[in-house]
């Protein structure tokens, strides 16, 4: 399958996956869902004194260890620090 189109799709799901996290939250007033925020995955989730940073993928399969790894390695566009897995441990509301 083409790039143009198997991207487009992923960002597609991106796009659901997003909008169904914002719709389970609707009823929270104090939640807030951030899509793509600076230095941040592809999208986050503030409720409940916590935030979820959710990192969409459109892979096809199971998910294995190799996969967790890869995406806890991710860093933020156009950085050489503070990826997802150092993100996730230094921060205590994560």
């Given at each position: 399958m083409n790039i143009a189109i198997t991207g487009q799709q992923k960002y597609d799901f991106q796009d659901l996956v997003c909008a169904e996290t914002m719709l389970s939250?609707?009823?929270?007033d104090t939640a807030c869902f951030l899509v793509e925020p600076a230095g941040g995955e592809d999208?986050?989730?503030?409720?409940?004194?916590?935030i979820f940073e959710i990192q969409v993928k459109g892979a096809a399969g199971a998910v294995g260890f190799d996969h967790i790894a890869d995406y806890l390695a991710?860093?933020?566009?156009n950085a050489a620090s503070g990826s997802f897995l150092e993100r996730i441990v230094s921060e205590e509301d994560r």
């Open positions: 939250f609707a009823d929270d999208g986050q989730l503030h409720a409940g004194g916590k991710h860093f933020p566009a």
